[in-house]
């Protein structure tokens, strides 16, 4: 049998190289990629074996670029696809899911996803100690599988992070860099300690592998679907990898024959105090403006996005959409997931459900469109971003007296019956 | 005299040096310079309309050439300059 994995490719040029710890082309400084030999996996999967593989996003191993089944991170994946009838009613829509990544496994984010990727290959490539730059939830991520993995870790972060997102590295004990600056600033930076280091930086020298973990949250949505694609997906955008590696898991189903047709309209969502990207989608350009972030929805405060250009691609390809939405909106979004559905999303969710609210109304996305926003991170990690808009409880005394005053209740129970 | 970090993908041309110095006033006679001291070194950081390809991002003492002057941002005695490669989301 030939190997699944046929090279690395660069995006902008072509030209092949081997699958090892490199992330640019040395000809044009493109982003490389993994090539698969699609004819080979399609002699192999097939939507039983799938059904019948692992409880996580391993079962789709066939079209991940891992080359053993020693996985690091065996629980990651296969979240609830939840059908939201009332967010669904409360905004016009027929059929809305929820892909629901904020109970991921182990760290809570669609990171873990990505994560179990890289650092199954890192070792495969014989590394000892793994690094990342981060916004917060990849860090927690990548500290929390090199705990249970033994593998030294180092994260860096960028200075204003939210607490819980602090918190959530320093309790698995890697070594946690602050850098003082926003998350270009972290990036620049780690790219350059990357190239004095020899550790698995897991987006950048690995950035290849780990940015193939994203394809499982478009393979887990059609499977969850009963092996349908969305009419439309609603995708939060920071680098804009997680969108692109949405299209490019679809046209994979189709490719070794899972799925017929792919019909679905990507569509990206942003923050206003970040939108690079949409920005320049709205502006109908192929090509982004850098910006200086400033938005509460900080996982997502990417203002060089090197994506960018393919989610405008994708994006394009697909005859989607995308919007953006401000800060007031993102903590709108946020209540309104929770108070509709029961899940309590970071700021990203808030974005997503924003744009998503934005493209209903504008009638980009229509009635009866099969619709799956992806909600990617738990808002028990940004607490700060709603603390101020959710109230105070009620306090009273421990008699019942006082709590019927208060609640002003008829004997049989009052308001609820 | 400007410091200029180099990045592991052009290493092969300035023989493996991480760091080497030039006399430029700005980021396109920069580029010229390396050019003549490292032969290549023009094609991998621009396409052949001579513009900077869309993936190299160049920073003059940390800030990004994008929020300066582009090509024509002035270098001064002392500055660093980092050439980079775009890199993924996290």
Redesign the interface.
């Known amino acids: 049998m030939m190997a699944k994995m046929k090279a690395l490719v660069c995006r902008e040029c072509g030209k092949e190289y081997p699958t090892k710890a490199i992330h640019v082309c040395e000809m044009c400084f493109g982003p490389l990629e993994v090539k698969y030999n699609y004819a080979e996996v399609k002699g192999i999967i097939s939507r039983k074996k799938i059904e019948e593989g692992p409880r996580s996003m391993w079962r789709y191993a066939d079209l991940l670029p891992v080359e053993g089944t020693n996985y690091l991170g065996p629980h990651a994946g296969l979240t609830p696809l939840v059908r939201a009838k009332n967010l669904g009613a409360h905004l016009g829509l027929d059929e809305l899911y929820i892909k629901n990544d904020t109970v991921n496994h182990p760290t809570l984010s669609f990171k873990d996803r990505v994560v179990a990727v890289a650092l199954t290959r890192a070792r495969e490539l014989g590394f000892e100690t793994v690094a990342c730059a981060s916004t917060g939830n990849l860090a927690n991520s990548v500290a929390a599988h090199a705990a249970a993995a033994g593998m030294r870790c180092y994260v860096f972060i960028p200075g204003d992070l939210e607490a819980a997102k602090v918190l959530g590295n320093l309790i698995y004990k890697p070594n946690v860099v602050e850098v003082e600056g926003n998350y270009d600033d972290v990036n620049r930076l780690c790219s350059e300690i990357a190239g004095e280091h020899g550790w698995a930086f897991v987006n950048i020298n690995i950035r290849p592998y780990y940015a193939e973990g994203s394809k499982t949250l478009a393979f887990e949505t059609v499977e969850q679907l009963g092996w349908r694609t969305p009419d439309q997906v609603v995708i939060p955008m920071a680098s804009g990898s997680l969108l692109t590696k949405i299209w490019k898991g679809l046209h994979e189903m189709k490719a070794v024959g899972l799925i017929n047709e792919v019909r679905t309209k990507i569509n990206g969502a942003q923050a206003e105090g970040c939108s690079p990207i949409s920005t320049a989608f709205k502006a109908g350009r192929d090509f982004f403006k850098p910006v200086k972030p400033k938005t509460i929805a900080k996982s997502l405060a990417i203002g060089n996005p090197a994506d960018g250009y393919y989610a405008l691609k994708a994006t394009g390809e697909s005859k989607g959409s995308m919007d953006m939405v401000t800060d007031d909106e993102v903590v709108e979004g946020i209540k309104l997931l929770a108070q509709t559905e029961g899940i309590f999303a970071e700021t990203a969710g808030g974005v997503t459900i924003g744009v998503l609210q934005k493209l209903v109304k504008n009638g980009t996305i229509k009635k009866g469109d099969v619709t799956v926003a992806y909600i990617t991170g738990n808002g028990l990690k940004t607490q700060e971003a709603v603390i101020d808009a959710v109230g105070r409880p009620v306090r009273i005394q421990p008699s019942l007296v006082a709590f019927e005053k208060t609640f002003k209740m008829g004997k049989n129970g009052g308001g609820d019956s | 005299m400007i410091k200029v ?1 180099i ?4 290493r ?1 041309l300035t023989k493996g040096q ?1 760091e080497v110095e030039a006399q430029a006033n700005n980021i396109a006679s920069m580029i010229e310079t390396l050019n003549n001291a490292h032969p290549g070194f023009k094609d ?2 621009c396409d052949e309309s001579g513009e900077l ?5 160049i ?1 003059v003492n ?1 800030e ?1 050439i ?2 300066l002057k582009g090509k024509e941002t002035a270098l001064n005695d002392g500055d660093e300059v ?1 050439i ?7």
């Not at chain 2, 990045?7 to 052009?10: C, D, G, M, R, S």
């Not at chain 2, 390809?53 to 991002?57: G, L």
């Not at chain 2, 980079?84 to 996290?90: E, L, T, Y």
């Open positions: 970090r990045p592991t993908p052009l092969p991480g991998r950081l390809r869309r993936f190299v991002n920073y940390e990004d994008r929020f980092s980079v490669p775009a890199i993924a989301g996290g």
